[in-house]
């Protein structure tokens, strides 16, 4: 925990918040606000059970003593009722509110430190300081919203649970633009294939040339999984029996990128572009029947 007492200069968020509260607590109108709480009688009571110098002549500094039980003859009792009164005044809307709720914030840090670490991760932005400068505004919010002092129980249990909720809101409402993006980026194909995405090109490339299919420009059948797909499906085809070897032609001369026209194809094939055309319309037909049972299974 840091030494409020001995700020790092020019440290991080944590550092330069205890030097904000060193220099707040030697600053005139926050002493002169402790001894207006005092004199008013919100703390008197409460801190009667300590010291009676300290009921007398309270410092900031004192005040915060009692919000943390380690000091000698603070009892937990004791900080428990000065953190209602600090709440109950923080829920005010004056200059004395908002200085009772940075003094909350002050004694509250050790919960702060340990929502901090909780939430800390390497990537995403979440480093000590930012998570740390989300922890304390939302424990300054929840501190003066006037709930925690009306709420049975501890109210430093109350005030940590409330700032971890908010806390976790904010950073997950902060991360899902970043998620959605992420996400998106997952879903876009690397544009250049791999190795074993040109090697299995060439294979298919090789097969479908010895089986006489058409298979497209070597570059396209390379960057084309789609149509790689299609020379395999026929050539599996064939050796199964599914297609012959001009029905396969027909499929993969016609679809394939770069396909050849059917007035061309009929003519390699020796027949009319009509009968070429019912030809790829069968072969279609069979190769699709062929699927079902596998589709099915």
């Known amino acids: 925990m ?26 005139p109108a926050l002493r002169q606000a402790v001894a207006d709480w005092v004199a008013e009688g919100r703390l008197t009571d409460e801190l009667a059970a300590v010291t009676d110098s300290w009921a007398g002549s309270l410092t900031p500094e004192q005040l915060l003593a009692a919000l943390r039980p380690a000091t000698d003859g603070v009892t937990d ?3 428990d009722a000065v953190l209602r009164a600090l709440l109950e005044r923080a829920a005010g809307r004056d200059r004395s509110a908002v200085l009772a709720g940075r003094v909350v914030v002050q004694a509250m840090l050790p919960a702060v430190f340990r929502i901090t670490r909780g939430q800390i991760r390497t990537t995403g932005g979440r480093t000590r300081d930012a998570v740390g400068h989300v922890t304390v505004a939302a424990l300054y919010e929840v501190a003066r919203a006037g709930r925690i002092h009306h709420r049975p129980g ?7 649970l409330d700032t971890l909720r908010q806390v976790l809101a904010e950073l997950a409402a902060e991360q899902e633009p970043a998620r959605e993006d992420l996400g998106a980026a997952e879903q876009i194909a690397d544009p250049a ?14 097969a479908a040339a010895e089986a006489g299919l058409h298979a497209g420009p070597a570059e396209d059948a390379a960057s084309a999984p789609a149509r790689l797909d299609l020379l395999e499906l026929l050539l599996d085809a064939l050796r199964d029996g599914a297609l012959s070897t001009a029905d396969a032609q027909a499929l993969a001369w016609h679809h394939v990128s770069g396909g050849i026209p059917d007035a061309e194809a009929a003519t390699r094939a020796g027949t009319t572009a009509g009968a070429w055309q019912r030809r790829r319309s069968r072969a279609l037909a069979r190769l699709t029947a062929s699927l079902q049972p596998e589709a099915a299974a």
């Open 77 to 79: 009792a004791l900080t």
């Open 154 to 160: 501890r109210p430093a249990a109350n005030l940590t």
């Open 2 to 27: 840091h030494d409020a007492s001995h700020p790092v200069a020019g440290g991080g968020y944590f550092d330069r918040l205890d030097a904000d509260w060193a220099a707040l607590g030697a600053d």
């Open 193 to 206: 294939p791999g190795p074993y995405e040109i090697a299995r090109a060439r294979s298919i490339r090789a």
